[in-house]
């Protein structure tokens, strides 16, 4: 056993195996989604798997482009995502801020309750947030669906923001107060320069959020205020099941996430394992 | 708020909070705010409707107030038994499953490796597709007609082609599968990176004892990370009591109600069977389960309850 730390080739081969036997159970349904968006109806329909080799079309795309309400389901899932990305940033970033260097009366129990109101399911906000809407009538406003989206990701943001604000060594804002700093100077100019990857990490796991959330959006938008996941899931009921046309759709959501994940995956598997593996 | 009713007390003196004490408090003041309006108020409001017999057709100031009657009629209500029961079957299978598959995967796969980095990002991916999406990939590859599920069963082992969402026990079947293509990975990155922090030396050391490989697995790596086992479990039984999009999308909860997991029943309940009140009961159930678990997370210790202290 004393000769594994060498590790022999058999044994890196094997490793290696297993790796891309796992990549490739990852791969396949997105690749399957992202081929069928490209498959005309006969070939779908054919109901026998083409897996590289077909004459791709781009009429699913097209009618996505052009036929549906696509653009304007774009234009809302970025306004909100971007709106509620910025406010969960900010506040977040205030309060992760104050929790990390100060002690004050109550700060335990707003660490403790911010914890507990990360895991409070969107099924309970339902019918409240529903109930809301519809006593002020504000059903197909934006604004609402931004709120709740910040406040569904405040927790989380607070929790990652905190961390990083910790390995920030004291020492360089005591520096800046001794130079004459005030609170809000030594926040903006001396730490947030510091935090720049920190909030990039909570930004894309709050707009991960946002982009992604279905059932808040599906309550809280009409016609006009939809918002992409809720326009892909009208795709099924709406016009039968039209595999090509979802799939389309479904690529082209799924684009801005992957982006994510190429540029930023070891900030992104720092952020997830933050909550598990102290650090 | 303190400052000012005790100014008001006569003969008492407080040392009057200068500027500089109020300002954490003005640093936390609108995050504060948003949770306590878009996550506080929900939950109370939701304790709230509870009690009344409320339907989606008619204005909440008509509603009745029925007292406990949305709690007694839950407690006997046999699709609310069925729907916890389902919660509990899809939690224990994914997470079961889930476990295991990680877990050996990362210890198989720990050593640091060339291009470790490209397989991670591969592996994150199933995590970042949006739930939505998910549900309609894998309600395309069991679709029953032109569902590549079927082809391939039918294929390489002779099976007849299956009707898979629309069978109890086999869309049931369907939505675990599901979920282990997307949660595997976390659990998988979560072990991965505990087990790379682990100290070398006291690995060192017990190979130098003599310690096998099964020993050192489970007698010293395996009970190291067991709080970050502990924590991940956790939380994919919270995530499981959140769960609601993919059946959604793949099954809506059925056939009959064998996918229909706590979350969905409320959904379902709310603005299918359009009972408003009798779903906010529910919902309560939900909550006291979900924060019963988050506070057995919180005494695994919260890392925000430590100030900086370096």
């Known amino acids: 056993m ?3 730390r060498l590790g022999s080739p058999l044994e890196t081969w094997g490793r290696y195996g297993g790796l891309v036997f796992l990549a490739v159970l990852c791969l396949v349904p997105i690749w399957v989604m992202v081929g069928t968006s490209f498959k005309n109806e006969v070939l779908i329909f054919d109901g026998r798997p083409v897996w590289f080799f077909f004459f791709p079309t781009l009429d699913n795309y097209e009618y996505i482009l052009t036929r549906g309400k696509f653009d304007r389901y774009l234009v809302n899932s970025i306004i909100v995502g971007a ?63 931004t709120f709740f989206y910040t406040a569904l990701n405040l927790p989380f943001a607070i929790w990652l923001l905190f961390g990083f604000y910790k390995q920030i060594p004291m020492e360089i804002e005591e520096a800046a107060i001794v130079d004459g700093a005030t609170a809000w100077q030594v926040f903006y100019r001396v730490l947030l320069p510091l935090m720049k990857s920190g909030y990039a990490v909570a930004g894309i796991f709050a707009f991960r959020i946002a982009w992604n959330e279905f ?43 992957l982006v994510f994940t190429f540029f930023a995956a070891r900030q992104i598997i720092a952020g997830m394992t933050a909550g598990a593996v102290k650090g | 708020m303190a400052a000012s009713a005790a100014g008001r007390l006569p003969g008492r003196r407080r040392p009057r909070l200068d500027a500089r004490a109020l300002t954490p408090y ?19 409001d939701a304790l709230y409707l509870s009690f009344f017999d ?45 476990m295991v598959l990680g877990v050996s995967l990362a210890l198989m796969l720990e050593k640091p ?80 990176a505990g087990l790379q922090a682990l100290p070398s030396e ?18 010293v790596k395996l009970p190291m990370i067991r709080s970050i086992l502990v924590i991940a479990l956790l939380m994919r039984l919270i995530d499981v009591f959140r769960a ?24 379902n309940r709310a603005f299918d069977a359009q009972l408003l009140g009798y779903a906010s009961a529910i919902a309560v159930l939900l909550i006291v389960i979900v924060f019963a678990l988050s506070f057995a997370i919180l005494a695994h210790g919260n890392p925000m309850n430590e100030k900086s202290d370096v």
């Not at chain 1, 009921?237 to 046309?245: A, I, M």
């Not at chain 2, 949305?70 to 209500?77: E, S, T």
């Not at chain 2, 006291?202 to 007698?219: C, H, K, M, P, Y």
Request: net charge neutral; charged share 15%.
């Open chain 1, 215 to 257: 059932v808040l959006a599906l309550l809280l938008t009409g016609r006009n205020t939809r918002t992409l996941p809720v326009g892909a899931a009208g795709f099924i009921t709406d016009t039968g099941v039209e595999w090509g046309r979802i799939m389309a759709m479904g690529t082209l959501i799924v684009i801005p996430p």
């Open chain 1, 83 to 145: 709106a509620s990305t910025f406010f969960t940033l900010f506040f977040g970033g205030l309060c992760a801020y104050v929790l990390a260097r100060s002690e004050f009366r109550g700060r335990r129990f707003v660490a403790n309750a911010t914890l507990l109101v990360r895991m409070v399911p969107p099924a309970v906000l339902a019918v409240p947030a529903f109930a809301m809407v519809t006593m002020f009538s504000l059903k197909n406003d934006l604004a609402v669906l």
């Open chain 2, 54 to 98: 409320w339907k989606i057709a008619t204005p909440f100031s008509k509603a009745d107030h029925v007292g406990f009657a949305n709690y007694v009629r839950m407690l006997g209500d046999p699709d609310v038994h069925e729907s916890l029961w389902v919660t509990l079957r899809f939690g224990f299978w994914t997470i079961v499953i889930e």
């Open chain 2, 244 to 267: 609601l999009e993919v059946m959604y999308i793949m099954t809506g909860g059925g056939p009959g109600r064998a996918t229909e997991l706590l979350s969905l029943h409320i959904y």
């Open chain 2, 113 to 192: 490796i060339r291009g470790a980095s490209v397989f991670r990002t591969i592996f994150i991916l199933p995590l970042m597709v949006s739930p939505v999406v998910v549900g309609l990939i894998w309600r395309y590859l069991f679709d029953a007609r032109v569902g590549w599920i079927n082809y391939y069963l039918g294929l390489w082992f002779g099976i007849e082609p299956q009707v898979w969402l629309g069978v109890p026990d086999l869309a049931f079947f369907a939505i675990v599968l599901t979920d282990i293509w997307q949660w595997t990975p976390f659990i998988f990155i979560i072990v991965i």
């Open chain 2, 202 to 219: 006291v690995l060192e050391a017990s190979r130098i004892d003599g310690a096998n490989w099964w020993q050192q697995t489970f007698l």
């Open chain 1, 2 to 4: 004393s000769e594994r």
């Open chain 2, 26 to 44: 003005w640093f936390i003041l609108p995050a504060v705010l948003v949770m306590a309006a878009g996550l506080v108020y929900p939950v109370a």
